[in-house]
């Protein structure tokens, strides 16, 4: 049912998943799944067009007035966002959960992952794991539980005429899970295969090392599992995990689909509102320590690859500084915003150099965040791409963008506004992640008007102070021995030495 | 590409019910039937219609019947290649002055073939003398002149003008995408700039210009490492897929061999454009925020205009049958992984929707025969997917198990225990139930297709391609819910045959020194 067919396309495809996605790099690029709410007459076209000429066509700026959700606190403190839309028999529950990796113990790391994936799959108090597993299937029910580093998720996507059933098991399995010892071997063991399999190719391991690199190996945006961490992670380990961090008033609902709001409101208190409340932290990520955090570094890790995968930049700062819209904007222009960036015409249109290059911003409201420029090209050409890397951000900070460039961000970033809006869950579960990270709920307006009041000079004084080319960090995955003369020029360079677990 | 199974798109008949019933100003329209609006121009270009007016927003699936089948031996990747270039832009887009452009992409395109002919012969001279080549005289003379026209024609363009345009008007998920039997243009735009798009779209079906031409090569050679060289999974499936076909044209990957990227000419690409780019050979699927009538108005004005292109060439070669078990081993850096193939026929053919049921049987969720039993029973193996039409839809095709063993279990262990589900197919019924949860299965996921205006054109125009109409998701979900369990016993008897398979093997290479992975206890 899933294809294995080799797919060759335009542009590497970004992931769209993840709860991230306003802060993730590419800025708004939610894709359309659309529902019914609100019926929009259609937009005729045929007296606007003045021209058939593309380069000089002009439309009026699209207004739509998504629907708005409502939200109801339990007795015990969940909170639940409820929008019907009755276009298809068809209701889905999200979940936001307050828990999260960062809790996991230092030598346990992997204990919360193990912990989400194993409430899915190891059956409830009333059910075992082979009953809820064929129940949901023959239901066509999709349910799924995972664990992430700032929260957690669970969602249920069932058919209207099961959502009684759907809810029941849903319930079941947040609030009492069995954690069944099979199931617990099963996911220990599917960990270390995942772990044995995790420096198979090249785009993983930059990924995690370059993380590590930043934060260093030990902090909770960085650490990795091990075969001893998952060795030692017992099934009351995850019994506790779950009994104290998952609780009713940790949790945000979204609820869209083909319901009345009163009949959905009368279910979910039956199904939630005799569970206890408990005590939630905030979210805490500690800072990267230390001074070492703002000093360039150069490294590679050798594998045998025609390629080099390359990572290039530093820490940066968190989504609610005042610099955010500024730097997302220099970014968007120097490597994010793909076809139209910078880099992506210096590296890939002139030079012929690389199939995906660009740059990347990825900012939290907890944690220090990333900036980064980042290629795969092949050895011969690896230096010459560090060094358009670093004249583009050198040009970034030492001239002001062009008008042009300015009003194309700025446009494309309104002009596509209205995809952030185009269903009833993804209204819903913008709406659950502002409220999860303690921002107010019309952010995104609030970012669309910052981003429109931006001029040349604040991009430039973002740039200046957000793209430190002293702070930069090097990391290149690919052919060593000819890595360390090639990264020479960027400074002393040192290697990465992938050890095997004990 | 097409990651859309037979199976998984006939639900969009069962939507359209659904929808029919669900939707208030939709009474009355009993089937998809009635909410698809045709059209048809005078040059063969067919245009598929669904109004979905829930936000102002359009989505936009312009598809080609041509791909990596329709490549000559030598010129593989051309359809990739061309699929590239068009995002390079026409007379008018992505050009400061065409008139004196185009002089000077002449020049380019004469002098960059000679040269990639000399090179190629000096190359092959030097390895057959066993030494590292030496680039004569007139090769630095050409280099010197290449460079020279390459820096000229730069200054003409307008770097990704095309693109550039559909994004300052707030288009998202830009794309395009190039498979065996068909090349992909996609879109998603607010719903009042389609005129932007049809004026853009159809004056690259009319004029698109090849600039930028040996640029975009090096792109592609940087992409055929990334997917392909440098990916143990890429690397696996391109020798599986050219061991299984040894005649068809499935058999070579369609982002082409790294010899003939470096060997494709613009004269080759052009005349590649000409043939199989026409309105005659394209299916545009639009769903959105649209007033049907000022849509097939608009297409009229634009690409109505276009004149019919030549028939395409009809395809000659097929792959004969199978006689004997086909094994194949790629080693590389990685920890091992399995694929099986089996010949099955194509889209349409009666049997094909019995290979449906069994791809839904054997890998579809948690209580499938392969998961149940490798994954979480025996503990075999890490994951099991299959795969009912691999690597293309049009042609006969490869019925694709894969899997990943879990250590210490051996990717031979894995062959075997699948081998004996296989048989079980053969010797036993599937049950009621599994029958059962296969249709519901079906069903329910074909109504959540209809939540994304892109998943929907993307259906209508991949059937109307591949099927010759998208009427063909009308009846495909009645043609599975007919299957039998005997009919699944006689395709597995049939198919499912040690002679008629191919198997592929991923093998960890010897270690080196510090690059052992983190090894298993």
């Known amino acids: 049912m899933r294809s294995v067919s080799p797919e060759v396309s335009l542009v590497k495809r970004e992931d769209g998943g993840g709860r991230r996605m306003r802060t993730d790099r590419g800025w708004v690029s939610v894709l359309a799944m659309v529902l019914a709410i609100v019926l929009q007459a259609t937009v005729g076209w045929a007296a606007d067009l003045t021209s058939n000429d593309p380069r000089t066509m002009r439309f009026p700026t699209v207004e739509f007035n998504p629907p708005d959700a409502e939200r109801v606190v339990l007795d015990n403190g969940m909170v639940v966002y409820l929008l019907e839309d009755h276009e298809l028999p068809l209701v889905t529950i999200n979940a936001t959960l307050r828990t999260g990796s960062w809790l996991d113990p230092a030598d346990k790391v992997g204990l919360a992952g193990m912990t989400g994936a194993v409430m899915r799959t190891g059956g409830s108090a009333g059910m075992s794991p082979d009953e809820v597993d064929e129940e949901l299937e023959q239901l066509a029910a999709s349910m799924s539980i995972g664990f992430a580093k700032e929260s957690g998720s669970a969602s249920l996507d069932v058919l209207k005429k099961d959502l009684k059933r759907g809810l029941q098991i849903f319930a079941d399995l947040l609030r009492r899970p069995a954690f069944e010892q099979s199931r617990v071997e099963l996911a220990k063991l599917q960990a270390l295969e995942g772990i044995r399999r995790r420096q198979d190719s090249p785009g993983s391991i930059v990924g995690r090392e370059f993380a590590k690199l930043l934060y260093g190996p030990t902090h909770p945006s960085a650490r990795e599992t091990s075969v001893r961490s998952i060795d030692g992670i017992t099934r009351e380990d995850l019994v506790a995990f779950h009994r104290q961090t998952v609780h009713p008033n940790g949790i945000i609902l979204g609820v869209t689909g083909d319901f009345e709001k009163a009949d959905m409101l009368a279910l979910l208190r039956d199904a939630f509102g005799d569970w206890a409340k408990g005590s939630v932290p905030p979210v805490t990520i500690p800072a990267v320590s230390g001074t070492d955090a703002n000093t360039g570094l150069v490294r590679f890790v050798n594998k045998d690859t025609s390629q080099t995968h390359l990572r290039v930049g530093h820490l940066t700062i968190k989504e609610t500084d005042p610099d955010y819209v500024a730097v997302a904007i220099a970014n968007d222009i120097l490597g994010g915003s793909s076809f139209r960036s910078r880099l992506f015409n210096d590296v890939r249109t002139q030079r012929g150099l690389a199939y995906s290059v660009g740059s990347g911003l990825r900012a939290s409201v907890y944690d220090e965040g990333v900036w980064l420029m980042r290629a795969e090209t092949k050895l011969s050409s690896t230096q010459e791409v560090v060094n358009r890397f670093v004249a583009n951000m050198e040009r970034m900070r030492n001239e002001p963008v062009t008008d042009t460039e300015l009003e194309e961000a700025k446009e494309a970033y309104v002009n596509s506004f209205v995809f952030s809006f185009t269903s009833a869950s993804s209204i819903v579960g913008r709406l659950m992640d502002l409220e999860y990270d303690g921002l107010p709920k019309d952010w995104l307006q609030q970012i669309r008007d910052r981003v429109v009041k931006l001029t040349k000079e604040d991009i430039q004084r973002a740039a200046k102070a957000h793209f430190n080319p002293e702070r930069l960090r090097i990391l290149a995955v690919g052919s060593g021995e000819a890595l360390s003369k090639v990264l020479g020029s960027f400074g002393e360079v040192k290697e990465i030495t992938l050890v095997p677990e004990s | ?521």
Do not use: C
Not at chain 2, 93 to 121: F, I, K, N, P, S
Not at chain 2, 134 to 157: C, I, M, N, W
Not at chain 2, 164 to 173: D, E, S
Not at chain 2, 369 to 391: E, F, G, M
């Open chain 2, 1 to 521: 590409m097409i990651s859309i199974t037979g199976a998984r798109t006939i639900g969009v008949l069962i939507l359209a019910a659904v929808l029919a019933a669900a939707v208030p100003g939709q009474a009355g329209s009993p089937s998809l039937a009635d909410r698809v609006i045709e059209h048809k121009l005078a040059n063969g270009m067919t245009v598929l219609m669904v109004e979905r007016h829930q936000a102002p927003i359009v989505s936009v699936n312009m598809t080609f019947g041509v791909g990596g089948v329709n490549e000559q031996v030598g010129q593989t990747g051309l359809a990739h290649l061309y699929e590239h270039m068009a995002f390079k832009g026409t007379r008018t887009v992505g050009t400061r002055d065409y008139e004196r452009e185009q002089a000077v992409l002449d020049d380019l395109a004469m002098v960059g073939t000679e040269l990639d002919r000399r090179e190629r012969e000096e190359t092959a001279r030097a390895q057959a003398d066993g030494k590292p080549p030496v680039p004569s005289q007139t090769v630095q003379q050409l280099q010197r002149r290449f460079k020279e026209l390459q820096e000229k024609a730069g200054e003409y363009v307008v770097g990704n003008e095309m693109a550039l345009l559909y994004q300052r008007h707030g288009g998202v998920g830009l794309n395009a995408s190039t498979g065996k039997d068909i090349t992909r243009y996609v879109i998603s735009l607010p719903a009042n700039r389609l005129p932007l798009w049809a004026a853009l779209e159809s004056d690259r079906m009319a004029h698109p210009v090849l600039r930028e031409f040996y640029k975009e090569r090096g792109v592609v050679m940087e992409e055929r490492r990334l997917r392909t060289d440098d990916s143990p999974n890429g690397l696996l499936y391109e020798t599986f897929t050219s061991t299984a076909f040894q005649a068809h044209q499935y058999g070579v990957p369609t982002i082409g061999w790294g010899s003939d990227i470096l060997a494709l000419t613009p004269a080759a690409t052009e005349a590649f454009f000409k043939t199989y780019y026409g309105p005659n050979n394209a299916t545009v699927a639009i769903v959105g925020d649209i007033n049907p009538k000022e849509v097939i108005a608009l297409i009229e004005q634009t690409f109505g205009k276009i004149p019919a292109a030549p028939p395409i060439p009809s395809l000659v070669t097929e792959e004969p049958p199978q006689r004997g078990e086909r094994r194949v081993e790629i080693e590389f850096d990685a920890e091992p992984a399995l694929a099986i193939g089996y010949h099955k026929p194509t889209i349409g053919h009666p049997d094909d929707f019995v290979f449906d049921v069994i791809d839904e049987v054997l890998t579809e969720g948690v209580t499938s025969r392969l998961y149940s039993t490798l994954v979480r029973d025996k503990r075999l193996a890490a994951s099991v997917l299959s795969d009912t039409n691999y690597p293309g839809v049009r042609a006969p095709n490869l019925f694709v198990i894969a899997a990943t063993p879990l250590a210490p279990h051996t990717t031979a262990e894995v062959e075997s225990a699948t081998y004996e589900e296989l048989d079980r197919l053969k010797t036993e019924p599937i049950s009621a139930k599994e029958f059962e949860r296969v249709l519901n299965g079906l069903d329910a996921d074909l109504v959540r297709s209809l939540r994304s205006n892109s998943g929907l054109a993307s259906q209508l125009a991949f059937y109307h391609t591949v099927a010759g109409t998208w009427r063909y998701v009308l009846n495909a979900r009645d043609r599975i819910a007919a299957v039998t369990p005997a009919d699944v016993q006689r395709v597995a008897a049939q198919y499912l045959t040690k002679p008629n398979r191919t198997v592929g093997v991923l093998v960890k290479k010897a270690q080196d020194k510090k690059m052992a992975a983190e090894v298993a206890r």
